[in-house]
Nanobody
Framework: QVQLVESGGGLVQPGGSLRLSCAASGSIFSINDMGWYRQAPGKQRELVAAITSGGSTNYADSVKGRFTIHRNNANNTVYLQMNSLKPEDTAVYAC??????????????WGQGTLVTVSS
């Protein structure tokens, strides 16, 4: 079984910074793509940032220049560094990983989600 464990959410003031972490563990052979999604009340879920196994990244227009996604393949962890946070960044953030298990099965796994609140 594969699990994604997230950490780093919390309350920050506008203009502040926060770093989210997501560690994958279990019967993993390799991890392909990893990404961060977010969903606010009354809004649909959106992709915030994604990174491939080779390190290529893409970002939502709303976070470009403020957020950075990176990964450590040695410990199967993906990070989301969030700077210059705005109230509209408030949402539940969840990580996702597309991977091959040790049984060579392709699966997509979600983390439990962590709440980020940006408020004065």
């Amino acid at each position: 079984q594969v699990q994604l464990v997230e950490s780093g959410g919390g309350l920050v003031q506008p203009g502040g910074s926060l770093r989210l972490s997501c560690a994958a563990s279990g019967s993993i052979f390799s991890i392909n793509d990893m990404g961060w999604y977010r969903q606010a009340p009354g809004k649909q879920r959106e992709l915030v940032a994604a990174i491939t196994s080779g390190g290529s990244t893409n970002y939502a227009d709303s976070v470009k220049g403020r957020f950075t996604i990176h990964r450590n393949n040695a410990n199967n962890t993906v990070y989301l560094q969030m700077n210059s946070l705005k109230p509209e960044d408030t949402a539940v953030y969840a990580c996702n990983a597309a991977l091959l298990t040790t049984m060579r099965r392709y699966v997509k796994v979600w983390g439990q989600g962590t709440l980020v609140t940006v408020s004065s």
